[in-house]
């Protein structure tokens, strides 16, 4: 296993859709200058994030102007690749930058591609084929799907092709099925970033969505710092959706979860294990169950919960672990519609070998971060993104 001495682990949390501010060019992706994920999540009374604060959250926010002792080194990151989704952003910041933007629908997709799924999976016919929230879409046609057994079809202001059906009415393993047949149409002009399987159970008007949601991802076009971490025989490992979002290349074990909670007890059960190389830990609460949803008062609460989970986990940090807390975009629970935003993203690095009170400043990519990732666990270089890791390695 080819890694450096000192570091033995990094663990890489990625809030999902804790965006950090407006991106200079937000308003081309359609959103205003004003979007602040986590200043509006913040701004919820009695809100309360002191660990958070103590790694230096809101100096990576530009909300205070001095980065307090207890930090590490804090910073904030601009995307570079055209788009403000889950994919584009994990591929950035782990060293692929996406030359050009995911095709997205906004009028749904084109009776050819509805045909012709609709061929692969023996059915007459889909409900929807059209721009929705998750929730609305079912509370809507979960009633008419259950009587019809056709697919909901829907979609995003994300590249998304996304499929909802009861549990009882379409075995999750025959939605997943479908899935995989969408996403082998899905590719070229039509290669939507991924094609998602969305189940469901209840009555009509108490749908619920379940966790066994399941993401089927294009690859990356390049190589990321997962595949030359593999090469180089560095472990991989993707906790929650990770796996599912490169589409589990490079990954030498992918472990799911149901919720934040879950994943912060897989990070730090793996951490308390001695398990080397990159752990990759997604917290995908913020953005399905708060984000998309605008519900502020959610946001901040999960905010404060994991606050209380690092708390934990900083506790079972050996000093051969290097910490790194960031965000993948925004979802700003005070934006109109239901869309993400293109923001900044938080960057907290931390752990024994970190120095005090080092200012990143504002990075010009994503992909810093994974190349100072793999200068930390390998002593090489990443050609894509420029390494922070001689500017706070002590």
Known sequence: MDMQGDIK????????????????????????????????????????????????????MRQVGTLPPTAGAVGRAAEKAPGKDTTIGHWEMAGYIQPHAFPTYPEGFPRDIIDAFCRAIHREGVLGNVPASGTEIIAQLGKAHMQSGLPIVYTSGDSVFQIAAHEDIVPVDTLYEWCRKARAMLQGGHGVARVIARPFTGTPGAFVRTARRHDFSLAPGGETILDALTKRGVPVTGVGKIGDIFAQRGIAKSIPTTDNEDGMDRAIALCESGQE????????????????????????QALVRLDARMAQLLQVLDAQTLLCVTADHG????????????????????GAMVRRGVDLGTRATFADMGSTIYQALTGAHWPVGTSMYTDFVV
């Not at 990759?280 to 959610?298: A, E, I, S, W």
């Open 9 to 60: 682990r990094v663990l890489w949390i990625v809030m999902d859709s804790v965006g950090a501010g407006a991106l200079p060019d937000a308003e081309a992706f359609g959103d205003a200058q004003s979007v602040n994920t986590l200043a509006h999540a913040l701004a919820v009374p009695q809100v309360r994030v002191p660990t958070l604060d103590k790694l230096g959250l809101r100096f990576a």
């Open 277 to 300: 190389g990159l752990l990759f830990v997604n917290l995908v609460d913020f953005d399905t169950k708060y984000g998309h949803r605008r519900d502020v008062m959610g946001y901040a």
């Open 331 to 350: 979802c700003d629970p005070l934006a109109a519609g239901t869309d993400h935003t293109r923001e900044y993203v938080p960057v907290l690095f931390d």
